[in-house]
């Protein structure tokens, strides 16, 4: 009898291991084996075949990894490349000054000789993907050391990607998956000549800026237009004019007929980052830890940066991607702990874990085996979040001090000369450094530099232990009474740091100059801090983050071998991968309902002139006037702006094509919404959604506000 209860309790406890709707980010090529069914129950009309082939054009042969950060598609058969306005962000600014404001004014050229070359901007293609877990683990035993087996896996590693390469211009690399149970070798083509096309202004394509950055409603026209060049054989070339458009394998078709509530979507890119098999101990740091220090860090950095570019100009162009890259993540992680705690995700974590216990505890081999599994993780976990958060203040609040982390660049060249090298023996280190100096103070500004380094100073000597602080903040603790303002000012008008005709003077002659250079109060800084990080925190942090993982790894294959009720997708890594949904609204909190699109009357309602985020273009007003959508108005007349979706999604999606049941591109994934950002963790289908920017707008933009209806002539468009 106790038998069966047991095996009923069970079996109704397993209902929460199985996979919640629309969760999960899929290996392409296990879409026939493990989602074809499934995808097409929900409205996909073509097969798993059509989104990834090795032996025919497939979608996937027009999914790039763009600049190694974003997504981008291809939508022409002369390599035109659409992605995110703030993928393309820093090739923009990159452009820009203060008399040929690219952000402001936006750009657009009008013929191929007009589209701009970004020096280091890349535009990868997936070859082929392959399951090389038994080449990977091969000669790997059990007695081997955490050392020695890393140590064999990239020895294999390096020789299986060599062998795959081999006589070819592709590259290759491999990744692990499930917490390094599985290995794949993804083979790549890469082009180095990529120009930008086009992007709207700023009003447009950052339009809510970071007021909605991770909101929905949202109404930002957020892409832009590049093209990807090879050379006469149609292969991967450095910048040349004589470089000719890109010749794809696929071309993406673009739908005119939108969306409606419930329709299939499929998105299509190369997520980041997710970590969705954490124990509650790791979900516990990150919720209660490790997110609000991060979230205060840079919340304190933000406010100086606001102020001082809303103050001057040259500072506004200077910091305005830097600005956006911060924002980004603060928002994200604000959103993220409340996320997780409206989810109850740590007692939701919790209950599984019970639930898994239950399952060893029935079975002595398990037992023998996994155990103590949970309980080894709890412990390591109550040691590990303390170094953990050193670790984020030193990245965050250290590092976030632009001078000392520029001055951390030095560090090298700075000991070779310490221990007797000749600046002959280095000068390719010297003139890296001269090359990034002169761009690192393009966008650098000493005075907004010097706010941020006495307040991020000052979060770290009032929230890390004394004991646990570098040695400088005892010096200013007693030379300047703590007086964080006062010690800022004096090292920032002391420091060569801080001025790029300084540094070229100390790198034009750096044997006489690195004795300075070992005095200078922004290097002294940086070391105390360095070494105090470096000495007490790493290695400790780094032993325990290799037991963890190790353990990790061990749970990720218990669950797979004990819990057999659900698929298991692995965790995101920036490879390519597949997630699918359905277009749908939802409630983000009591009473409230939020409709599944926008449209250009919200731009209108948001309207403000007084304010840069909500700054309506004279042109899109004067088409919103006139009602002058042309054909990209919906069946009702209104102009969609972007609709929101339940497709699994997290960075590195931005720029993702996203697609209907037929596999025409109906818009560009930009965000998810706020309410679901904790989905890296733990995804919650009620409140999780992505956000598209709706295509019928992007060529709207082009075609009526632009003007640049001739690139239109290249896609394929479905009406």
């Known amino acids: 009898m106790k038998k069966i209860v047991l095996a009923i309790i069970l079996l ?7 996979l919640k709707a629309d969760e999960g980010m899929w290996l392409p090529i296990f879409l026939k084996a493990l989602n074809e069914a499934d995808m097409q129950s929900k409205g996909l009309k073509l097969t798993a075949d059509d989104i990834y082939n090795i ?4 979608l996937k042969d027009a999914i790039v990894h763009f600049g190694g950060g974003c997504t981008g598609e291809i939508i022409s058969d002369k390599g035109l490349l659409l992605t995110n306005h703030h993928c393309g962000y820093g090739q923009i600014q990159a452009h ?3 008399e040929n404001d690219l952000l402001t004014n936006g750009f657009w050229a009008k013929n191929q000789t007009e589209e701009l070359p970004n020096p280091g901007l890349t535009a990868t293609f997936i070859i082929r993907m392959e399951d090389v877990t038994a080449k990977v683990l091969a000669n790997i035993t059990e007695g081997m050391s955490d050392a020695e087996r890393e140590k064999k896996i990239l020895e294999n590693i390096s020789t299986i990607t060599k062998e795959a390469v081999k006589d070819t211009h592709y590259g290759a690399y491999i990744r692990p998956f499930y917490y390094g149970n599985e290995y794949y070798m993804f083979v790549t083509e890469t082009f180095r000549d990529v120009r930008l096309v086009g992007a709207p202004p700023s009003s447009i394509g950052k339009f809510g800026g970071d007021t909605d950055n991770w909101m929905w409603p949202r109404h930002t026209g957020d892409f832009s237009i590049f093209r990807v060049y090879a050379n006469k054989d149609n292969k991967p070339a450095d910048y040349s004019k004589d470089n000719v458009p890109y010749q794809p394998k696929y071309v993406i078709p673009i739908s005119l007929k939108g969306i409606q509530e419930g329709d299939f979507t499929m998105v299509y890119g190369f997520p980041g980052r997710t970590s969705e098999y954490l124990t509650s101990f ?7 830890v490790s997110d609000p220090a991060k979230v205060k860090i840079r919340e ?6 606001d102020k001082d570019m ?6 506004r162009i200077q910091y305005s991607a830097k600005y956006a890259s911060i924002a980004n993540y603060w928002k994200k992680w604000d959103g993220e702990r409340n996320g997780l705690k409206k989810a109850d995700a740590i007692n939701k974590k919790k209950l599984f874990e019970q639930d898994f216990l239950a399952k060893v505890n029935t079975d002595d081999l398990a037992k023998s085996n996994y155990g103590n599994l949970l309980s080894d993780l709890e412990n390591k976990y109550k040691s590990f979040s303390n170094y953990n958060n050193q670790r984020d203040y030193f990245i965050e609040a250290i590092l976030g001090i632009e001078a000392v982390g520029f001055a951390y660049s030095y560090t090298a060249v700075i000991d070779a000369l310490s221990s007797g090298k000749k600046a002959a023996e280095i000068q390719k280190d010297i003139d890296r450094l001269k090359s990034n100096a002169t761009t690192f103070f393009k966008d650098y500004n000493a005075t907004t530099d010097e706010k941020v380094c006495a307040a991020l100073l000052k979060l770290v000597y009032d929230n890390i232990p004394k004991n646990e602080q570098a040695d400088i903040f005892n010096e200013i603790e007693k030379k300047h009474k703590a007086d964080f303002n006062k010690y800022a000012q004096s090292i920032y008008s002391k420091s060569f740091f801080t ?3 300084s540094i070229l003077k100390f790198l034009n002659n750096p044997e006489g100059n690195y004795k300075k250079a070992l005095k200078d109060p922004i290097y002294l800084l940086m070391k105390s801090c360095y070494s105090k990080f470096a000495n007490d925190v790493l290695p400790q942090y780094n032993s325990l983050d290799i037991e963890i993982t ?13 819990v057999t009720t659900k698929k298991y997708y692995p965790d995101a890594n920036s490879t390519l991968r597949v997630t699918y949904g359905k277009v749908d609204g939802y409630y983000p909190k009591d009473g409230v309902k939020y409709n599944y699109y926008t449209t250009l009357d919200g731009i209108m309602e948001k309207e403000n002139p007084s304010v840069d985020e909500f700054i309506v273009h004279p042109k899109l007003k004067e088409l919103y006037n006139k009602k002058d959508y042309g054909q990209y108005a919906d069946k009702s007349g209104e102009l969609h702006v972007a609709f929101c979706a339940s497709n699994h999604t997290t960075g590195g999606n931005s720029g993702s094509p996203v697609f209907n049941g037929n596999l025409e591109l109906i818009g560009t994934n930009f965000d998810r919404n706020w309410e679901g950002t904790m989905s890296d963790i733990f995804y919650n289908p009620n409140q999780v959604r992505n956000i598209i920017l709706d295509v019928r707008y992007t060529l709207f933009i082009v075609d009526k506000f632009a003007g640049a209806g001739y690139l239109l002539n290249e896609m394929k468009i479905n009406k």
């Open 310 to 315: 809303k103050a001057n100009d040259k500072v």
């Open 300 to 305: 304190t950095k933000l406010a100086i940066l």
């Open 282 to 288: 790791a979900v516990d740091m990150i919720q209660n």
């Open 12 to 18: 109704s406890n397993s209902i929460t291991f199985t």
């Open 96 to 98: 820009s000054t203060v």
């Open 550 to 562: 190790k353990l990790n790894r061990v749970y990720m294959k218990a669950m797979r071998e004990l």
């Open 55 to 58: 032996n025919k054009s497939s």
């Open 499 to 501: 001025s790029e005709e």
